[in-house]
């Protein structure tokens, strides 16, 4: 029977294997040499999901890598059914001579992350309505609520989370990003913005986010699962 499991239990489940938990998903970024292994790639990561692969598999398939990813669609969460194809996947993945483990060195591309819109808003019930139609996106598995986030029906954009102003605040901004990274990537990751002009607003909810600043202003979050639960 598929169990849903925590931001802990799912991360620590897969850490070993080089996929990491990122937001209700577990990924991995596979390098391959041409479109052609990717394909084949991904045609294997499906083979070995067998019946399960279209309600927890999905394959962003590019010429030099393949980014996998799995969730429970039904449940918009991590289960030990995820777990599982996991570890079968990295089996295929190790046979074809690659691997699901983060590239490492000064010159290795970035592995695995998310992006998020937040809104402020006064009254998320009121405005919610109109991101949804004029985006085309629709409520995620189990969250319809007025308030709930909504995400893209085909995976292409971004999803938009809304959060709940006291007041108006004219002097800053309305809308951010939130760029969810591999809980053990953050510190790099901050380093190098910091390190490229930004500034850090605030890290009283560090592990969970970190509130990030360009010169003028504009910010964004860079957040892991860590912090969030047990």
């Not at 669609?73 to 079968?88: C, G």
């Not at 010159?107 to 992006?115: G, H, I, K, Y």
């Amino acid at each position: 029977m598929k169990q849903k499991l925590s931001r802990r239990e799912a991360s620590d489940a897969v850490s070993d294997l080089g996929w990491r938990f990122l937001l209700g998903t577990i990924r991995t970024s596979v390098p391959v040499g041409s479109l052609a292994q990717a394909v084949a790639m991904a045609t294997s990561a499906v083979a070995v999901c067998g019946d399960h692969a279209d309600r927890h598999l999905r394959a962003d398939i590019r010429p030099g890598r393949v980014v996998l990813t799995l969730q429970s669609l039904d449940h918009a969460a991590v289960t030990t059914l995820d777990i599982d194809l996991a570890h079968r996947i990295s089996g295929v993945v190790h046979q074809a001579g690659s691997g699901t483990e983060p590239e490492t060195g000064v010159a290795a591309p970035r592995s695995v992350q998310l992006l998020e819109i937040a809104i402020d808003a006064l009254d998320i019930a009121a405005i919610r309505p109109f991101w949804k139609a004029v985006l085309g996106y629709t409520d995620e598995a189990g969250a319809d609520g007025p308030e709930d986030p909504l995400v893209d029906p085909v995976g292409q954009g971004p999803a938009i989370w809304f959060q709940q102003m006291d007041q108006a605040r004219p002097e800053r901004n309305r809308i951010h990003f939130d760029i969810c990274v591999p809980h053990d990537e953050a510190p790099r990751r901050i380093k190098s913005a910091l390190a490229a002009g930004g500034r850090l607003l605030s890290a009283i909810r560090a592990p969970a986010f970190w509130v990030l600043a360009d010169i003028e202003g504009n910010e964004i979050c860079v957040t892991t699962w860590q912090g969030r639960d047990g």
